[in-house]
């Protein structure tokens, strides 16, 4: 079970998981290529040199893909969650009722592949970046579908 849905309170439930685009782990993959590849040459080469190459390597691509993997972002029907950290964690989390705006950026590489990012602010300085995501679009149609039903509720879980 995630770490949203174990914080999450009796009567709160989840709409929609937003997901990290898959390019976001471009560099785990590159440096896992390069690993494999540097494996490949230490075997066949019977090079020491070569296989501390590859071991440095995949130890950079857990350094690069472990941190992102730890990332959660959802809606719930009464606020946005994100959490990053594997050790140690951060959240951050805005009510649906304190939201302000919610205005996401795409380039033209993140059209043609579909993600974006998701910036949600709240009252005072409270501002959540949600990056590098996929469907960004849908991640804003949900966030202000939840918005429009708790407006119309006028409520959360925990306001009865």
């Known amino acids: 079970m995630s770490f949203i849905e174990n914080t999450l309170s009796d009567e709160e439930r989840v709409l929609r998981h937003i997901r990290l685009h898959p390019l976001a782990f471009v560099k785990s993959y590159a440096t896992t ?86 910036h949600i602010t709240g009252r005072g300085e409270t501002s959540i970046f949600l990056q590098p995501v996929s469907s960004p679009v849908e991640a804003k149609k949900a966030l202000e579908q939840a918005q429009r039903a708790f407006s119309a509720h006028g409520s959360g879980p925990f306001n009865g």
């Open 33 to 118: 290529f390069a690993g494999a590849a540097s494996l490949i040459a230490a075997i066949l080469l019977r090079s020491e040199i070569a296989f501390g190459v590859c071991v440095g390597l995949f130890a950079l691509t857990l350094y690069f893909y472990l941190p992102k993997k730890a990332v959660e972002m959802a809606v719930t029907d009464w606020r946005v969650i994100k959490k990053s950290g594997l050790l140690s964690r951060d959240t951050q989390e805005i009510r649906l009722d304190a939201i302000e705006t919610a205005t996401f950026k795409q380039s033209l590489l993140g059209r043609l592949f579909n993600y974006g990012t998701l």
